[in-house]
């Protein structure tokens, strides 16, 4: 050190007092690009989540049945919808099983018949870590149930947590009527009492829920 002289002295010196601040400065750095990354992914998760749902769904109209009726109503395409639950993460998380034919169009599941083979969505398969030829038990808690289920595929289906099922298969395993279903889909909107219903979900509503 004797032969940097005053200047180069007075630099280290300056440097080795400064260096707490500079560690500082970097740091500081290194948060706000970290917390402007997570920003930027936490972005494109939403907009991405928004635009699946939104291809997702393909139907107009989903009107869901207090009172079913005898007949489909024309136009009309219908289902059998039921809530179950499973455990995950801590938390009872609610599953919607809905029955439906093999070439209902608004959903790409194939159902098979069955009381025990479903196709998921490929939302539930991600939430509780499941593929093809996987069992997945579902609770009905209201008649203190367990149900076990083959997983035979996996369909893309973004919008909630959804199991498919053969409809026949599905009214046969809960102890339906042969023609019985609770919900209808369609592609425009249909003349059907409203007191018959509990609720009219349509694509906007989905298109809105999925921004927010």
């Given at each position: 050190l004797g032969n940097l002289g005053f200047i180069g002295?007075?630099?280290?010196?300056?440097?080795?007092?400064?260096?707490?601040?500079?560690?500082?400065?970097?740091?500081?750095?290194?948060?706000?690009?970290?917390?402007?990354?997570?920003?930027?992914?936490?972005?494109?998760?939403?907009?991405?989540?928004?635009?699946?749902?939104?291809?997702?769904?393909?139907?107009?109209?989903?009107?869901?049945?207090?009172?079913?009726?005898k007949e489909v109503p024309k136009g009309g395409e219908a289902c059998y919808m039921e809530t179950l639950s499973k455990e995950a993460y801590g938390y009872q998380l609610d599953v919607t099983m809905v029955g439906i034919d093999n070439n209902n169009p608004y959903f790409k599941a194939k159902p098979e018949k069955g009381k025990n083979k479903i196709v998921i969505a490929s939302a539930t398969a991600q939430k509780f870590g499941l593929k093809k030829g996987d069992k997945l038990i579902l609770e009905d808690r209201i008649n203190d149930m367990d149900y076990a289920f083959t997983v035979e595929d996996i369909v893309p289906y973004s919008v909630g947590l959804y199991v498919f099922m053969d409809i026949d298969s599905m009214r046969e395993l809960f102890g339906q009527q042969e023609a019985y279903f609770n919900a209808v889909l369609s592609s425009g909107q249909l003349n059907i009492d409203p007191g018959r219903l509990y609720a009219v979900t349509t694509k906007e509503d989905i298109s809105k829920s999925s921004e927010v």
């Amino acid at each position: 050190l004797g032969n940097l002289g005053f200047i180069g002295k007075f630099r280290i010196r300056q440097m080795l007092r400064e260096v707490r601040t500079g560690f500082t400065v970097i740091f500081g750095m290194f948060i706000s690009l970290l917390v402007m990354m997570l920003a930027i992914d936490c972005y494109v998760l939403c907009e991405n989540i928004s635009m699946e749902n939104k291809a997702d769904t393909r139907y107009e109209y989903m009107y869901t049945y207090k009172y079913p009726q005898k007949e489909v109503p024309k136009g009309g395409e219908a289902c059998y919808m039921e809530t179950l639950s499973k455990e995950a993460y801590g938390y009872q998380l609610d599953v919607t099983m809905v029955g439906i034919d093999n070439n209902n169009p608004y959903f790409k599941a194939k159902p098979e018949k069955g009381k025990n083979k479903i196709v998921i969505a490929s939302a539930t398969a991600q939430k509780f870590g499941l593929k093809k030829g996987d069992k997945l038990i579902l609770e009905d808690r209201i008649n203190d149930m367990d149900y076990a289920f083959t997983v035979e595929d996996i369909v893309p289906y973004s919008v909630g947590l959804y199991v498919f099922m053969d409809i026949d298969s599905m009214r046969e395993l809960f102890g339906q009527q042969e023609a019985y279903f609770n919900a209808v889909l369609s592609s425009g909107q249909l003349n059907i009492d409203p007191g018959r219903l509990y609720a009219v979900t349509t694509k906007e509503d989905i298109s809105k829920s999925s921004e927010v």
